[in-house]
């Protein structure tokens, strides 16, 4: 019963393939990444076909999946830019313009992102999923799929199988498959199949938890136009403001001190020693409650390559590179890989075969670079902004960027407020600390030899004083 079907369906395609001459593109995956590719796709003129295995998103009364707040910068803004999307996405973000520290001891302080009017956007990763499939269902070329698993795909035919909810199975083939189906990719499994591809998948010892801080009076309980950190060393806890006037903050904590914390009154005594100042934020009933209502969650990295396999077939997003979310660039990172195949569309004329292998050959180092920057941000995040040395360099970065603006660039504005590819802001970054580091080394010794040399040639004249008269006065001093 299902074969004829199954023939109709790949005959359906192929005819209207050879009729209009337009070829199809299947992209498996409907979240963030996959929704803008079908619009990218489409925009050209292609045949899309998204094949989603979860349920419409927009119909679903409770969205499954991963909730962490997503940042938006200006990776991601110049990719929804170039399908028309931006200023929608832009108008339902809240702008966060520094990181607002609180201490210990109840003490704040800020951290600006960037310079006067630089800021990143929080927004809602239902919503903007949620607006980026309406957005893709408005080319007539388009057709949506939803809850179709993906059982089997060939890399030389290019043909797919998918079980449907009802049971049922069916067969379509493409020209090109674009795998964006997420850090447990079953595209990315027929690579596995193929010699010289590179993997490797790191499990972070840290796990992640949600909390709702609900508004205060009507209003946000904190200031909305940071992104709050409370750095603990070895953990921390973030807050992202939401239009709804909450914030969602999210507990980031090694999984063995999850574990050690199994009752209500253990939750609160946990955080009067390290988030007094939120417990009444998030209210002690809720926190008992909501700290238990899901199990903490577990943090991957991966890197791969090739991210194509021959002309038939291509990875993007976390299917290719999964990342820690500590620079907020997971889903930018995903989002410029769209503009970046677009681009070398472009550059080689839709050559599927070409452009795949230019692809795999330009994003690689990026992505690799820019998974390395996320494991190094969380240190930064959790430990070194507690650091007054770490808090000077900053200050200092900033100020030589004002003076120099071409010639020294502070990191996270590379990576944030720039489209420099990721792996040239890693080696800019490294020379950039070299040559600071080194002309602070510089500045300090020749202000020892200066200070030496007046000594020298200009010696203090001793007071002719007896020593009991010298003791009294240094006695006297007001030390401080």
């Known amino acids: 019963m299902e074969s004829a079907p199954v023939t ?19 992209v498996i995956g409907g979240g963030l990444v996959g929704a803008l590719n079908a619009c990218y796709f489409s925009k050209r003129g292609f045949e899309v076909e998204v094949f989603e295995y979860r349920e419409d998103i927009r119909q679903a009364k409770l969205a499954r999946g991963r909730s962490i707040n997503l940042a938006l910068s200006v990776r991601g803004r110049q990719a929804l830019g170039k399908v028309g999307m931006e200023e929608q996405i832009v108008s339902k973000g809240v702008p966060m313009y520094a990181r607002m520290i ?3 001891n109840g003490k704040q302080y800020s951290l600006p992102y960037g310079k006067k009017g630089q800021c990143i956007l929080s927004v809602d990763r239902s919503n903007l999923n949620r607006e980026l499939l309406s ?8 057709k949506l799929n939803f809850s179709h698993k993906l059982l089997d795909w060939s890399p030389d ?4 199988t998918f079980l449907r909810d009802d049971g049922s199975k069916r067969e379509i083939q493409a020209d090109l498959i674009v795998g964006c189906d997420g850090a447990f990719s079953t595209i990315r499994k027929q690579f596995f199949r193929r ?8 499990y972070i010892p840290h796990g992640y938890l949600e909390l709702t801080m609900p508004p205060r009076n009507g209003d946000f309980a904190m200031e909305p136009s940071y992104l709050h950190i409370w750095p603990r060393n070895t953990f921390m806890m973030i807050a992202l403001p939401n239009l709804d006037k909450t914030f969602t903050c999210t507990l980031f904590m ?3 001190v999850f574990e050690k914390i ?5 939750v609160i005594k946990f955080f009067e020693e390290n988030f007094p100042d939120a417990i009444p934020l998030l209210g002690v009933d809720a926190l008992k409650r909501d700290y238990f209502r899901i199990p903490a969650q577990a943090m991957v990295s991966i890197k791969c390559s090739p991210y194509h396999l021959g002309d038939k077939c291509v990875i993007m997003g976390d299917a290719a590179h999964a990342i820690v979310p500590f620079y907020g660039q997971g889903m ?5 890989d769209c503009l970046v195949f677009d681009e070398i569309m472009n550059q080689f004329s839709e050559d599927f075969g070409a452009v795949l292998e230019e692809y795999t050959r330009i994003r690689v180092p990026d992505d690799h670079a820019i998974a390395d920057l996320a494991m190094y941000n969380y240190i930064e995040m959790r430990a070194h902004v507690n650091s007054r040395w770490f808090i000077f360099r900053k200050y200092l970065d900033d100020m030589l960027h004002f003076v120099m603006p071409k010639t020294i660039v502070p990191l996270y504005t590379m990576v944030t407020f720039s489209r420099t590819r990721y792996h040239e802001v890693v080696k800019r970054w490294h020379w950039q600390d070299k040559a600071i580091t080194n002309g602070l080394w510089f500045c300090g010794i020749m202000g020892l030899a200066g200070g030496s040399y007046l000594l020298f040639k200009y010696p203090p004249k001793i007071p002719d004083i007896s020593v009991e008269q010298l003791q009294s006065r240094i006695m006297g001093l007001k030390w401080f």
């Open 157 to 160: 035919s290019g043909t797919m």
């Open 135 to 142: 957005a893709a269902e408005t080319y007539p070329n388009t």
């Open 254 to 256: 090694p999984f063995d």
């Open 332 to 336: 930018n990172a995903g989002f410029e």
């Open 102 to 104: 609180h201490n210990l």
């Open 195 to 202: 010699t010289r591809f590179n993997y490797n998948q790191t």
């Open 8 to 26: 109709a369906n790949v005959e359906s395609l192929s005819t209207e393939k050879s009729s209009k001459k337009k070829k199809v593109v299947a």
């Open 262 to 266: 199994t009752t209500g009154d253990e």
